[in-house]
């Protein structure tokens, strides 16, 4: 079965500094992967996902993302983060079989310091 | 494009009310989908429409809950004889195809006293 382990439940970083969220994941086969941004009252919005092909993959936001098959890792990665920010963020691992359902890790809450 | 509506945005129930919430997708997808989010926990899978197919359901949706798409358009999810671990934020999102994003509503969150 697919599990999606996100390590740490809260990060602080000061704005302007580099985040790096992690993310790894079990799946037997080539996976699905995503990342998904919550911020309060809003929607789940998608961030990047990743299917195949380069494994450096790049979303909205000016956010990125590596697969590395070897580690099981899917980490999410800013160069320089923005007060806004500061949200709820989700791995997710998917099947898409006819449907797209989705395995989501317990996610990460990221504050930015001012 | 109006995104994924859902209603009402707050519930509260007494244990062992029957709750029913509805859903709105974007207008031009065929893909409808219901997720469950505990607090501090990621969204679980409930169930997934394909039109008006229910397609598939998780373990996780008991015989108390039950999910329609009459037409194909919105959806609605009932949950008879509520109990207090039924308290949550319940997620609809919607795709045009499987691999397309999926657009998330901003959820019903349910108490449940």
């Known amino acids: 079965a697919q599990s999606v382990t996100q390590p740490d439940i809260h990060i602080t970083v000061s704005e302007g500094a580099s985040l790096e969220l992690r993310c790894n994941y079990s799946y037997g086969a080539t996976p699905y992967l995503f990342w998904y941004v919550q911020s309060p009252g809003q929607g789940l919005q998608l961030l990047l996902k990743y299917f195949s092909g380069d494994t450096l993959v790049q979303g909205i936001k000016g956010f990125e993302a590596e697969f590395k098959r070897s580690q099981s890792s899917f980490n999410l990665r800013k160069p320089s983060v923005h007060w806004s920010d500061a949200a709820e963020y989700f791995c997710?691992?998917?099947?898409?079989?006819?449907?797209?359902?989705?395995?989501f890790g317990q996610g990460t809450r990221l504050t930015i310091n001012p | 494009d109006t995104g994924v509506s859902q209603d009402p945005r707050h519930k509260i129930t007494k244990r062992g009310q029957n709750v029913t919430f509805r859903c709105d997708p974007i207008s031009e997808h065929n893909r409808l989908y219901w997720y469950r989010q505990t607090l501090g926990q990621g969204p679980e899978f409930l169930t997934y429409f394909q039109n008006e197919a229910q397609l598939e359901k998780s373990r996780l949706l008991s015989d108390r809950f039950s999910a329609e798409r009459p037409k194909g358009s919105f959806s609605t999810l009932e949950i008879q004889r509520t109990e207090q671990g039924d308290s949550a934020m319940y997620l609809c999102a919607s795709s045009s195809a499987p691999n397309e994003k999926l657009f998330f509503g901003s959820g019903t969150q349910l108490s449940v006293l």
């Open positions: 997710a691992v998917g099947v898409i079989q006819g449907a797209q359902k989705l395995v």
